[in-house]
């Protein structure tokens, strides 16, 4: 049916645009290519720090859990960062096209899935929309 793929294990230059990242209960869609930081270290083979300011899709349920403080949250955006040591579980489009959630008329969340309708069949649902 195509849709979202969840892939763990993934380290930080496998990252894509359109990707979102799963970190501290926060689902960060990054874009664009990673930048290179000056400011942190090179792994043991090499390879860069990359980082990307991506956008908090959850960002009402991550306050209300309360894991992430609201200050490290700014204007709703998030860094992921690392170099090839770190790991990351990726939410991606298993099809490079992206899908939107397709629940409720008036959302604009991406889907994580899908779920049944009892009239539509299987349609796209983002991660709130899944769980009504």
Known sequence: MGGVVVLSGMNTHELRDGDVVLTHGMRVRISGDGEVSTSHPQD??????????????????????????????????????????????????????????????????MSVGYRHHPILGDVPACGRCKTL
Do not use: M
């Open 44 to 109: 043991v083979a090499g390879a860069p720090c990359l980082w990307w300011a991506g956008v908090v899709e959850n960002l009402d349920d991550v306050h209300a859990a309360g894991v992430v403080p609201r200050s490290f949250v700014r204007d709703g955006l998030w860094t992921v960062q690392g170099n090839g040591l770190a790991r990351w579980t990726v939410e991606r489009v298993d099809d490079d096209s992206a899908i939107g959630c397709g629940w409720f008329l008036g959302c604009r969340n």
